[in-house]
């Protein structure tokens, strides 16, 4: 097939760019030709909380990205529609996360759809944001009414999608398992990467760091006397999205200092293998959620997590089995945490994990666009 992506990739930097580029690899290995077209500006810099939009990484050889969108400018809407309207492509798809860019995406899906060959199927990470702001709905119907079919990664997003529209086909096929961060390396030679202290045990807290995430939730967690006084310290990996010093401030309060090891910069790629080697658990204490791609990279190291009973992300973590699904409250967490160490569960739950990450792979997300373009009428 020609097939044509819309969204982030190289030179921008997160999941989603790494989700784009690797279902463009995973197509091109079967023998398809695959064009990404990303962002001359994705954000503007008044709405991007974070300290830069952009990937350290050198452009990737194997991927034919070419920046042409610009997601405020509707005249640019209209030029890369039009242009991607004459390749005549089989496929594109365009992965959503957030209505902002509704408007961009689905002025360009309408014209390209226009020539009469194009599906459009639309990955879904979100139709309803976590994070609510006046005139969401309106514009994800805006872009939900220009799409063919749809992949959603979770239920709750499978149902919000049919709360908007129940009439396209729609299938739900988990997130895949991100194995573009490398081989797994041992522990010590992570922690010796790391800088830290290889007496300590070590759980983490990955990805940006947003309100709705529940960092505060784990701070207090922690504060739990069988944790406070053990050696388990949490690693925080990623960048602040919101008020750092409330985070900060509560650690303070909590008295726990020692406790925690903040690496708040951006976590190169090259890195990311060593902050989940390194640790014994993952943990997303998260208020709300759809899916994450952090589950995925857990699974991608054989790590066990700890997920809230949130979202979708209970059914990517069945509870005692390849970790903990739990409700989002300080004294549970840290009922968890407590029993996964002192009842020893790494290994258990390690060996399940090898069996259950079978169930996330880039080749059933393939499989499952191909069945949505199969049902556009």
């Known amino acids: 097939m020609k097939i044509l992506i819309v969204g982030p990739a190289w030179p921008y930097r997160g999941g989603i760019a790494d989700f784009d580029e690797r279902i463009a690899r995973e197509y091109i290995k079967k023998g398809d030709e695959v ?42 809407w209209i030029k890369v529609g039009r242009e991607l309207k004459k390749k005549n492509a089989d496929l594109l798809i365009i992965k959503f996360w957030l209505p902002l860019m509704a408007p961009c995406f689905g002025t360009i899906a309408r014209i390209v759809k226009g020539n009469g060959k194009t599906k459009v199927v639309s990955i879904l990470d979100n139709i309803i944001p976590h994070e609510h702001r006046p005139g969401d709905k309106i514009l994800s119907k805006y872009f939900v009414s220009s799409i063919d079919a749809f992949i959603a990664m979770s239920k709750s997003v499978y149902d919000d999608l049919k709360s908007l529209n129940d009439k396209k086909p729609c299938l739900l096929s988990p997130h895949p398992i991100y194995d573009n961060f490398g081989t797994a390396v041992s522990r010590e030679e992570a922690i010796g990467s790391l800088g830290l202290d290889p007496s300590a045990k070590y759980m983490l807290f990955f990805g940006f760091i947003r309100d709705y995430k529940g960092l505060d939730i784990l701070l207090k967690a922690i504060a739990d006397e069988r944790i406070k006084n053990s050696d388990i310290k949490l690693i925080v990996a990623g960048e602040f999205y919101n008020n750092s010093e409330t985070y900060f401030e509560l650690e303070k309060e909590l008295g726990l200092e020692s406790k925690i090891i903040w690496r708040t910069d951006f976590i190169a790629d090259e890195q990311v293998k060593n902050y989940f080697c390194a640790s014994d658990i993952i943990v997303q204490p998260y208020k709300t959620a759809t899916q994450s791609g952090v589950t995925q990279i857990a699974y991608h190291f054989e790590k066990p997590m700890l997920v809230t009973n949130v979202g979708g992300l209970p059914e990517i973590v069945p509870n005692g089995k390849v970790g903990y699904s739990v409700e989002p409250e300080a004294k549970v967490i840290a009922d968890a945490i407590n029993d996964f160490y002192a009842n020893e569960r790494y290994s258990e739950f390690v060996e399940n994990i090898k069996e259950e990450k079978k169930k996330y792979s880039w080749d059933r997300m393939l499989e499952n666009v191909d069945k949505a373009m199969s049902q556009v009428k």
């Open 35 to 76: 064009e990404i077209f990303t962002f001359t500006l994705q954000y503007p810099s008044f709405l991007f909380p974070g300290k830069t939009q952009y990937s350290p990484d050198p452009r990737p050889e194997d991927l034919d990205i070419k920046r042409k969108v610009n997601s405020i400018n509707p005249f640019n």
